[in-house]
């Protein structure tokens, strides 16, 4: 009889499933995948260990949904299939990729408890050959022989089942393309990602932002108001277009800091238990479109923050399980707070800067 440590047990990927008629969160731990109701219907929450999952692959439900097909074998013998649906394929393969990889870890755990080290084998152990039978090594063959050939029908360089490895598997650039392809997908796989990943993604977009749209506003600027003073001696003076990045990175950062902040703040007054730095590393990463239609001269920087806003709400509700209504008010009401601030301090001229 399997014994656990619930002590040890960590929590690898949560997302929302639809089962038979039910919604539930699924829960991927070290241990098990855990189903818990999302609505009140009198269901009790029920778990399966890795010990009783023998088979698992990518399916499509008749009404072409992205599913996992899931086999159980019961202690008493008995087989069962079950098919969850998921909200998207990214989702489907992130949480395909997390199963596969917790059930091999777990099988690898009770197979060096069951096996102790070589000089310590009992020779009944041993067959005619003197070779040591391991029931769990064959179950573990059987088991990559017939998984590991799945395709998902992805494309190996944007979503492919390496990709989605709790966020550990995910370059810089596929961050980048995802979270404009699909943030629903993609923030999930952020979650486990350190407080410096989010903070090197921010400061690179803002980088990026600061340096395209001072030059290209400034270019602009000088042809079309050529008596503007702000931006009239920067193609002559380097040292004064630097100065001019470094202002505006500087404010772009500070700027996102505050919203993220208010955010926080604003989502703990609704209930939210989420630690400061999950919501930042959202904030953060939710600068995205401040690199791609941030860009665009004049009216990138009007754009940016509106779906920065919607990534943001987007993100809370995917990385942190906030309810969406939560995410949503606490984003906006965040935005409309630092619009307020931002029109006292800098448009209306309450407040000088020298």
Known sequence: M????YASE???????????????????TNLRLAFVPRESTGISPFSYYYEHISGIRPVQSGYYEPCIELSITYSNGMTDAMQLVFADAGDRDRTLYAINNAYSERVSRIEAERNPPLGAHDISMQNEYGEYHDDYMSAEKTRTGGYDDYDTGMKS?????MDYGNGRYLSFFDKFTGLIKNPSGTFPSLYSDEFSD?????????AISAVVNTMLTGFLASKILPGLETFSGLGSDPASLVILVLEVFI???LTLAIYGLLTFAISRIFGSEMFPDDSMKVTMYSSVPFATV??????????????????Q???????NEIEGRTAIVSSVVAAIILAALFYIIII???VGFE
């Open 2 to 5: 399997n014994t656990y440590d």
């Open 10 to 28: 960590k929590t690898i990927v949560q997302t929302g499933i639809k089962l038979s008629a039910n919604t539930y969160q699924l829960s991927v």
């Open 157 to 161: 360089s944007g979503y492919g089942e």
């Open 198 to 206: 989010g903070l090197k993604f921010m400061l690179v977009m803002m």
């Open 251 to 253: 404010f772009l950062v």
């Open 294 to 311: 941030g860009l665009i001269p004049f009216f990138g920087l009007y754009i940016a923050p509106v779906w920065t806003v919607y990534l």
């Open 313 to 319: 709400a987007r993100g809370l509700e995917e990385c």
């Open 348 to 350: 209306s001229g309450k």
